[in-house]
Structure formats: C-alpha cells, structure tokens
C-alpha cells in the first residue's frame, strides 16, 4: 500500500506560545512540558492517518539540541514515518522562532510508536 498521500496530508503543525507557565528555573521551557506536547501531536498525527483508536507505547529518542526560552513560538510538526501491522512511528519536531525577528531553528526532534488498540484494548490491524 502506498501510504505517500495519507501521510502528507496527516502531517500535523500545531503552535504554542511559550508562556511564563510552561518554563523552569532557567526561564527556558520544561523538558516535561515539552514532551507532553510532542506526544499529543505525536498522538494526533496517528489518530489524522487511521482515524482508529491509538495509545503511545514507546518514545525511541528526544533531543533536546537547543533550550526553548520563554516568550518564544513554537512550531510541532509530526509525521508518520513508519507503518507497520497495528504500530506506526511517527517523529515530532519542534521549531522555535522569536516573536518580533524572522528567525526559526530546530530545537528538538523525538520519534514516537503508537499502537491501534480495539474496543478490548487489544492491538488491532491499522488498515484491514
Ligand atoms: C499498546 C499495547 C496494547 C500493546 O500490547 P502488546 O501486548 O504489547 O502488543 P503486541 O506485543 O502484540 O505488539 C503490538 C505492536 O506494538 C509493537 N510494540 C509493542 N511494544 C512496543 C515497544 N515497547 N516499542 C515499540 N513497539 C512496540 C509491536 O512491535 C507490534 O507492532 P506491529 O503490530 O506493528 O507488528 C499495550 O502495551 C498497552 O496497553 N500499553 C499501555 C499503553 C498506554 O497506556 N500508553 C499511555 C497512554 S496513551
């Protein structure tokens, strides 16, 4: 199956402003936060390309290359990356970009599996 035109237009964008309630001691954003996020886009994304019932089983890997500081915006984009029987992967990137300058970087990328689960909670087949 050619999942090429589902993925593309699964692929989710959501922004977040980063407000002073979502940061740390080092007014920069709070690495739980940050990945409280990315798995709900991680979440969304799955859910926009089945349309089925998802649980996240596993986070591979999150880096945190750069801190995000307060009063920043912060594109998440995820994307289906791998599509296997009742498991897909989907990776997650943050870009934060300051308000008031045209600047944008990559500041954290994290890879998610998420499982379609039946009405029992049991693995069921993404596409029949
Ligand atoms: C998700 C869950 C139903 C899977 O049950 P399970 O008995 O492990 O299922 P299986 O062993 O049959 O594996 C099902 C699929 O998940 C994959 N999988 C299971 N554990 C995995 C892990 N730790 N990492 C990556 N993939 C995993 C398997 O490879 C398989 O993929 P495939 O169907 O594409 O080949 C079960 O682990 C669960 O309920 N976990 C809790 C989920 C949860 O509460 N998440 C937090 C809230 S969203």
Redesign the pocket.
Known sequence: MNYEKIINDSETHVFKVVFPNTTNHHNTMFGGKVMEMMDEVAFITATRFARKSF????CDRIDFKRPIPADTLVELIGRVRYV????LKVTVEIFMEEMYANTRDKVVSGDF?L?A?GKD???VRIFE
């Open positions: 649980v996240t089983v596993s296997g029987n009742s498991s599996t499982v689960i909670k049991k693995p």
